[in-house]
C-alpha cells in the first residue's frame, strides 16, 4: 500500500462526502493506496502547503493555483480532476432592495482579505455594469463574515456560497431571505474545486495520481445515488463529534444542486472540463489577479489521469436518490 496525504480545502465537511465513501468503501485500497486526509485552511493556504511539499494531493480552486503557479513557475501545481463543474463564488445579501447586482453600487461588502471572490469582485462588477470604486469594503475574520451580515454591520458579502449559506440558515433566515447573486450567471464561468498535485509529484508517481483519481470519482458517483447515506458517513467520520448534521445537508444539497449536476457534467462525465470554457476563465482570472504569465489549459490542467467517460458519467436520474 502506497501512503496519500491529502489536505481538504477547508473544515471536513459533507463535500468531502466522496473521498469518505472511497476510504470507506475500500476504493482507494483497491488502487493500493493507503488515504488519510486533513483539514484545511482555506484554499490559498491549501495550495501553500501542497506546493510546499507538505501534501502529495489536495482539493482547492484552479484559480488561486493559477496565482501559486504565476509565483513558483518551476514547481507549478495542477489539477488532474475537477469534480465540481462551477464554482460557488457569489455576492450573498439579506436587503431586499438589491434585487440585482447593479444594485450593489454604493453599498458596503464584506469578506476577509484574501476572498477569492473578493479579489475577483473587479470582474464580477464590469460583467454587471457596476462601477467597483463605487463598492465599501469591510474586512474581516473568515468566521466573521456571515454575523457581520446577520447584524447588519455590511450590506452583502462575497463568499463560497456553500460556506455562507449553511451560517446564515443556521442564523435564523431562510432561503428566501437570501439573494445570491452566483459570478457563473453573471459572465464569470468558473470551475469549483479540482483534485491537486504538484507537477514533479504527478511525473514521479502516475499510477497513485490515476487510482486516487478513479476512486474518488467512484465515491462522488456513490454520493449522487444516495447522498443521505454520503451524508450519514460524514458524520460518522467527523472526530470532533461537533458537526451540524442540519447544516451540512444544505451544504451538500447547494453543492448538488448548483456546483456538480450540470449539464456539462452531464455531457462530459465527472471530472472532465470544457477546455474553451476554462480558457476564458483563465484569461479572466489573469485580469482579475493581475498575473505575469498568460496560462493556457495545459498549464493547469490534464486529462490523462481521468478513467473513461463511461467510468465517469453520472448516475441515471431515476438511481439519484433525493436528499432527505
Known amino acids: 500500500m502506497t501512503n496519500v496525504n491529502v ?23 483497491e488502487a493500493g493506496l493507503n488515504v488519510t486526509y486533513e483539514r484545511g485552511f ?46 460557488p463564488f457569489a455576492v450573498l445579501t439579506l436587503d431586499q432592495a438589491i434585487a440585482s447586482p447593479q444594485n450593489l453600487a454604493g453599498k458596503t461588502l464584506g469578506a476577509p482579505a484574501g476572498d477569492g471572490p473578493r479579489k475577483l469582485f473587479p470582474l464580477f462588477a464590469k460583467e454587471t455594469g457596476v462601477d467597483p470604486n463605487s463598492v465599501t469594503w469591510t474586512t474581516m475574520e473568515p468566521r466573521l463574515r456571515e454575523t457581520f ?31 445570491v447573486f452566483y459570478y457563473n450567471d453573471f459572465g464569470l464561468d468558473f ?16 499510477e497513485v495520481i490515476r487510482g486516487f483519481v478513479k476512486a474518488y470519482l467512484r465515491g462522488m458517483q456513490d454520493t449522487l445515488k444516495d447522498p443521505n447515506a454520503a451524508l450519514d458517513a460524514v458524520v460518522a467520520a467527523d472526530q470532533s463529534k461537533l458537526i451540524d448534521r442540519e447544516a451540512e445537508k444544505v451544504r451538500l444539497q447547494v453543492a448538488l444542486n448548483d456546483l456538480i ?64
Not at 488561486?64 to 504565476?70: A, G, I, P, Q, V
Not at 451580515?149 to 446564515?168: E, R
Not at 472540463?273 to 493581475?290: A, C
Open 42 to 87: 482555506g484554499n490559498v493556504d491549501t495550495i501553500s502547503k501542497l506546493g510546499a511539499g507538505a501534501f502529495d494531493i489536495a482539493f482547492s480552486d484552479i484559480y488561486n493555483t493559477l496565482e501559486f503557479n504565476d509565483k513558483n513557475p518551476n514547481d507549478k501545481i495542477i489539477a488532474v480532476a475537477v469534480p465540481f463543474n462551477k464554482a
Open 149 to 179: 451580515l446577520l447584524q447588519g454591520k455590511v450590506d452583502a458579502i462575497s463568499a463560497f456560497s456553500t460556506s455562507a449559506l449553511p451560517s446564515l440558515l443556521k442564523g435564523g433566515k431562510s432561503m428566501e431571505d437570501i439573494q
Open 261 to 324: 449536476i450540470t449539464p456539462e457534467a452531464e455531457s462530459l462525465g465527472l471530472g472532465a472540463v470544457d477546455p474553451q470554457r476554462l480558457q476564458t476563465s483563465i484569461t479572466q482570472t489573469v485580469e482579475g489577479f493581475g498575473l505575469k504569465s498568460q496560462p493556457t489549459v495545459t498549464d493547469i490542467f490534464t486529462d490523462e489521469f481521468l478513467p473513461p467517460k463511461e467510468e465517469r458519467i453520472l448516475p441515471p436520474q431515476n438511481e439519484r436518490q433525493p436528499l432527505s
Open 7 to 29: 489536505q481538504l480545502s477547508f473544515l471536513f465537511q459533507s463535500l468531502d462526502a466522496p473521498l469518505v465513501l472511497a476510504i470507506n468503501k475500500g476504493y482507494f485500497a
Open 191 to 206: 470551475y469549483g474545486n479540482a483534485i491537486l498535485a504538484k507537477e514533479s509529484f504527478i511525473q514521479q508517481n502516475p
